[in-house]
């Protein structure tokens, strides 16, 4: 499911990745330039070694409308009509289903919005997910529940899934009740100005992702949806180190230092997409930059195409910069060509460059570097098992790719953990 982000939880406000192909993603300036003084009624954040550290002062003009300063009241808030798109109305400070305070909004997509919020029983800060009050987002949203809570059933606190503290149904809307985590794996590449992660921590983050993977599999379902934006750390505090790698612009310039999360422990969230292995695979899933060919091409997919994503995910996360971006699927399949991909694409040759839609999308893709010269440029050590892992993740043949158990006995994976999360 395609959103729109506005903070940590699920992700950090922003535009989605721009529809041409940049060199380098656009730099945000998302520092505040001073801290602003709290507020009655307004949940302004600070930066204080906290990634979430944006509140309703950040709230886009085009949401005004949704927001005013809330004032806490016991009870339920007057009835109030939903907007044109079926998103709840709220006001900050006013209570969800009672005993949910209202603090922020901190996300919103095509499903409807997350709110921050304090839950007055369990005495904690929860996200709770509010689903549009049209049909097929509440489909989709019982689909989510069931998934959450068959792996909740089965959960030893180990799979890196997201939990699901609760679910109601408030003035027809689904509302889903989780733990509250800290920033998106790409919230945290943002605020780094897409710089790329130590490759001991791309260690760490593979190895729980693809132990969500493999418990997903075990139980017999698919994610579909694995990307960056759907993995969040745990924990928002991180530190901040000196970058050797730029050089300073300007005495004291902050891009000179980069973040690192203080845990590497993650969660995977939005299991709304997720499919049962019984069902018919031949629609289109995923999001596009982690498509698996197979996808792209109609021909039915498995559990494989969780793999090719989680694929994706650790070179980008290595690198700073999606491996595929485009959105066109001509161009997307010449861009991961191997000596196997003729004979699996259309039982010939794969009409490149002759079907490019371009001249410009032929150059784009003959200068792109190879995998392997991508992923040395920026990995200082352990670049061999790196490289031999990912080439396994991004097999063209979706049979000849390894499975998520194989992939946590690669040698990449299985040396000393690099922090303890």
């Not at 995923?286 to 494989?304: C, D, F, H, K, M």
């Not at 971006?325 to 039982?347: G, K, P, S, Y």
């Not at 040759?349 to 032929?362: F, V, Y």
Request: net charge positive.
């Amino acid at each position: 499911m395609e959103m729109q982000y506005m903070s940590d939880y699920p992700h950090s406000h922003m535009n989605r990745r721009p529809n041409k192909r940049p060199n380098k993603r656009p730099r945000l300036a998302w520092d505040l330039s001073h801290t602003p003084k709290a507020q009655s009624g307004i949940y302004y954040g600070q930066e204080v070694g906290n990634v979430s550290s944006f509140g309703h002062a950040r709230v886009p003009p085009d949401h005004g409308n949704l927001y005013v300063k809330g004032v806490a009241q016991r009870g339920s808030p007057p009835w109030r009509d939903d907007d044109k798109d079926g998103h709840y109305i709220f006001e900050l400070g006013e209570n969800l289903a009672n005993h949910y305070k209202i603090l922020r909004k901190i996300g919103e997509g095509t499903f409807g919005q997350v709110l921050e919020c304090w839950d007055r029983e369990a005495k904690e800060m929860v996200a709770i997910k509010i689903v549009r009050s049209i049909k097929k987002y509440r489909e989709a949203a019982m689909i989510e529940i069931d998934v959450l809570q068959l792996l909740g059933r089965y959960d030893r606190n180990s799979s890196r899934c997201v939990q699901l503290r609760n679910w109601f149904d408030y003035r027809n809307h689904a509302c889903l009740v989780f733990e509250k985590l800290g920033p998106s794996l790409f919230n945290f590449l943002c605020k780094n100005n897409f710089r790329s992660f130590p490759v001991d921590l791309v260690r760490e983050i593979g190895r729980q992702l693809l132990e969500c993977v493999a418990f997903m599999h075990d139980m017999r379902l698919i994610h579909t949806d694995l990307k960056p934006e759907n993995i969040l750390f745990v924990s928002s505090e991180y530190i901040r180190v000196a970058d050797y790698k730029v050089a300073p612009r300007s005495p004291g310039d902050r891009s000179v230092y980069k973040r690192l999360p203080k845990s590497s422990a993650i969660k995977v969230i939005d299991f709304g997409s997720t499919a049962y292995e019984c069902q018919d695979h031949n629609y289109i899933a995923s999001t596009r930059y982690y498509r698996a060919p197979e996808v792209i091409l109609g021909l039915g997919w498995s559990y494989s195409c969780d793999i090719w994503s989680a694929g994706c995910i650790l070179v980008e996360l290595c690198s700073g910069e999606a491996l595929f971006q485009t959105h066109e699927n001509l161009e997307h399949l010449a861009m991961r060509r191997d000596r196997h991909a003729e004979i699996f694409v259309r039982r010939g040759r794969l009409n490149w460059p002759e079907g490019a839609t371009s001249r410009e999308s032929i150059k784009a893709v003959m200068k792109l570097p190879r995998l392997q010269n991508l992923v040395m440029q920026h990995v200082d050590h352990s670049a061999g098992d790196l490289i031999d892992l990912v080439q396994g993740l991004l097999k063209y043949d979706p049979s000849e790719r390894m499975t998520a158990h194989e992939a946590l006995r690669h040698p990449f994976l299985t040396r000393d953990q690099y922090r303890k999360s």
